[in-house]
């Protein structure tokens, strides 16, 4: 049974930074391709950034190039988000979730992955 626990969420002024944690249990971090999405009140679930499995190849959505960081610890089978630079607009829950499919580059589709941690907020004040 594969799970997913995200932690490392909270309240933050805009400028600042939170470094988010999603430890999985029950699959290999390092051979699956990960991702984090977010959703916003009364707006759906949206890609944020992902890495590749194997290769260390990550991928962002524009809105957070240049400001968040995905990274992964192989020996903690942890993946990271690193967020600096935060913005009122990235308010949400944020959400870790795994594909166990072997395509070339991680999806950018909330329905293409196979399981999700229960998702951590985070809310950034002006």
């Known amino acids: 049974q594969v799970q997913l626990v995200e932690s490392g969420g909270g309240l933050v002024q805009a400028g600042g930074s939170l470094r988010l944690s999603c430890v999985a249990s029950?699959?290999?971090?390092?051979?699956?391709?990960m991702g984090w999405f977010r959703q916003a009140p009364g707006k759906e679930r949206e890609f944020v950034a992902a890495i590749r499995r194997i290769e260390t190849i990550t991928y962002y959505a524009d809105s957070v190039k240049g400001r968040f960081t995905i990274s992964r610890d192989s020996a903690k089978n942890t993946v990271y988000l690193q967020m600096n630079s935060l913005e009122p607009e990235d308010t949400a829950v944020y959400y870790c979730?795994?594909?166990?499919?072997?395509?070339?580059?991680?999806?950018?589709?909330?329905?293409?992955?196979?399981?999700w941690g229960q998702g951590t907020q985070v809310t950034v004040s002006s």
């Open positions: 029950g699959r290999t971090v390092s051979n699956t391709h």
């Open positions: 979730a795994a594909d166990r499919s072997i395509r070339p580059i991680p999806a950018k589709v909330p329905s293409l992955y196979d399981y």
